[in-house]
Every structure is written in C-alpha cells, then in structure tokens.
C-alpha cells in the first residue's frame, strides 16, 4: 500500500512515512502467525507507544501528538492495511481517552492523561451490556455510592469490549440513577478486586486482541474516577461515538485498500487466454468499481475529519463516514475474494481474512442501521 496522500503539513507527511515503516516491520510480519493461532501480540502496543502513534489526536502538553483529526486517522488507516484488529484496538483506546480529555477535570487529567497518550497504558470501551446494544439508555450495571461517599461499588455485567482483559483502563459507563439520565462515566482501573472476564469471544475476525465480557461483582472505584457529573454520562458516551466511527471508518477504508491491492497484484500476475486477467473488461471494471469505492470511503471520512478539525458540527458526516467506508469494505473485501477465484477462498492469500474482518465493521461503533437512523433523523425538519 503506498497511497498518494494530500496532508496538510511536512510533519504529517514524516508522520505517514514513520507509520509506513513501523507497520511494515511489526505488522505486517506478525499478522497471520497471530490472527491464525488467535494470540495476543505482547508488546506490540508499547511499541506504537513508544513511537508516539497512541496519541495522535491529543494535545502535546499531556504527552499526545498534537495532531489535526485527518491525519491521525490516516495513520490508522496505514496500520488497518497491515493488521485491521491493531488499527481497532487503536482506534478504541483513542475512543477511550476521549471522556478524561474532554469532560475530566485538570486535576483528573494531569494524573491520568500523560500515562494513556504515551501508551503506558492501554484503553477499553465499556458502555454495551448483554441486553444493551444499540440502545444505551438501556444499561443496568449500576455504580452506587458507598456510605462513605469516597468511592462506589460496580455491580452487573458489560460486554463486547475490545481489549477485555489486555487493557489498563476502561472508560466504563454504569447507572446511578434511574432513567437516561441517570447513567455516569469513569475512569476504570484495568485490574481491580470484584472484576473479571469472560473466555475471549470467538469471533469470525480480528482474533488478535480479545473481545471479551466483563464482570463487575461489587468492585470499589474511587469516587475521584467519575468523570463528568453524575448523571452525564449519555452525553459523555454519545459525543467520543462521533469520533469512534470516525476511526472505524479509517480502519475500514485501510482494510478495503489492503484488499484492492491484493486484488491488483494478482490481477496483474495472472494470465488467462494469453492475457493479464486484468486486461478482460469485465474483471477490469470490477477492479475500476473497487478503486472507486476506496477513494470514495476516504474522502467521506476526511471531510467529516476536517469538519471536526474546524470545530464544526459532524455528527452526521460522522455517521455517513462510517456507513459508507464499512459497506465500501464489505464489498470490495467480497469482489477482491472473486478477483482470486478459488485461491481466494482459501488461507494461502490474505483477501479470505479480510472479507471476514470487513463483517463487524458494519456492526461496531453503531450498526448501520443506526447511522442511517442518524442521518435520517438529521435530515428531518
């Protein structure tokens, strides 16, 4: 993958060639050992640390990188066309650093901050539970304050969490109040006594960082972990959903460019009927339709970056961002399997394993049903 990028600034541009080649030594060698025996990469995220890559989209002061939105996210879109599970678990530990750096307060953010963008420690989500999806209002794991006041007692069960078990914070959303407004963020610790998790899931894709569910059995949080007020944390959770299907899309798109390129390579190895298979019409408009679906997803979401990097509403460009970059990977994932033929379908070529990675991403961060639901109900009057 070598994509011509428009970026901003000679920084953004070192950025990009500094990503390439962390990715092309650390990803791209380990991938398939990793996702075919489903092994956890150790170490790897201190590596992306150490190179400044889990921070990008945060200030300087508290050890991030400073960067504009458009250019982090197509720093994970480089890592998402080496290894799509790395670039996810990347853009859910940016997702989970959003509610300290946006809504904690200085004191919370000088203590905890530095150590998350420097990649010291790695992020989860925890908002979904079992029966809560889609709909988040409908959470029952409940926080409640000690007699003491000084901390408050998790009890219930969370699930769908990236990192489950690998990471040293979660952003955990639990109940303290009745109704929609009675759910409240914090700033979980990693390992605390009263939490455990379930068997890693077993997933049709991105095998290398474990989904798990958590179990909350009355583990005790300092009450200085809430961040925001009691009661915010709908709006806590809704507004960090904005820029993590931002990075969905990127990831999507990066896996769509992966696959394309497989595509190409083989297209333009394999001969039939004394022709590059490339040079049949048919194939050759598919790989056409395929080039414009990735072009097509990329300039979705940086507009939506770039709306966000002005300081202008992007909601919906964010929900439409995610729509068609995860629907453009589905079906160029699918087309690249076709382009193959038989050798697609096997594990011997990668495309296989993208097709598979491509399914979820249409479904995290909001389902597409859901962004169309956002869209629409922006476009009512």
């Known amino acids: 993958m070598d994509v011509d990028r428009l970026l901003p600034t ?33 170490g790897l995220f201190a590596t992306l640390g150490e190179a400044g890559l889990l921070g990008l989209a945060y200030p300087e002061e508290f050890g991030g990188g400073g960067q504009p939105y458009e250019v982090y996210l197509q720093v994970l879109e480089e890592l998402a066309a080496r290894w799509a599970a790395v670039a996810v678990a990347t853009s859910v530990h940016t997702l989970a650093c959003h509610p300290l750096h946006s809504f904690g307060t200085p004191e919370q953010k000088e203590r905890w901050l530095p150590a998350m963008l420097e990649g010291e420690l790695v992020g989860g989500y925890s908002l979904s ?14 926080a409640e304050r000690t007699e003491a006041g000084d901390a408050y007692r998790i009890t219930g069960n969370k699930a769908w969490i990236t990192h489950g078990g690998k990471a040293g914070f979660y952003a955990l959303f639990a109940r303290t109040a009745p109704g929609g407004h009675g759910i409240s963020c914090f700033l979980a610790p990693g390992a605390v006594d009263g939490l455990s998790f379930g068997k890693p899931e077993r997933k049709m894709g991105l095998q290398a960082v ?51 390129d497989a595509a190409v ?21 598919l790989l056409a339709d395929m080039a414009a679906a990735v072009d097509s997803a990329r300039a979705t979401y940086l507009d939506a970056a770039r709306r966000r990097d002005l300081g202008r509403p992007f909601s919906r460009q964010a929900s439409a961002a995610k729509l068609v970059a995860t629907d453009a990977a589905m079906k160029v994932t699918t087309d690249a399997v076709q382009v ?17 990675e491509a399914k979820i991403m249409q479904i995290f961060e909001g389902t597409n049903q859901i962004q169309r639901l956002v869209i629409s109900r922006s476009l009512a009057r």
Request: proline fraction near 4%; glycine fraction near 10%.
């Open 10 to 42: 000679p920084e953004a541009a070192d950025l990009i060639a500094l990503t390439r080649e962390i990715a092309d030594k650390e990803l791209s060698p380990r991938v398939d050992e990793h996702e075919a025996a489903e092994t956890y990469p150790e």
């Open 340 to 356: 193959l033929g038989g050798y697609g379908y096997t594990r011997d070529f990668p495309v296989e394993r993208y097709m598979r």
């Open 129 to 142: 539970e079992p029966q809560a999806g889609s709909d988040a209002a409908a959470l029952s794991c409940k």
């Open 210 to 260: 474990p989904t798990t569910s958590a179990h909350w059995d009355g583990a005790l949080i300092d009450a200085d972990r809430r961040i925001g007020e009691e009661g915010q944390g709908l709006q806590i959770a809704f507004s960090a959903l904005d820029c993590g299907r931002l990075g969905i899309a990127a990831c999507a798109t990066g896996l769509a460019q992966a696959a394309l």
């Open 265 to 285: 390579e083989y297209a333009n190895e394999r001969t039939t009927f004394g022709r590059k298979i490339v040079d049949h019409q048919g194939l050759g408009f």
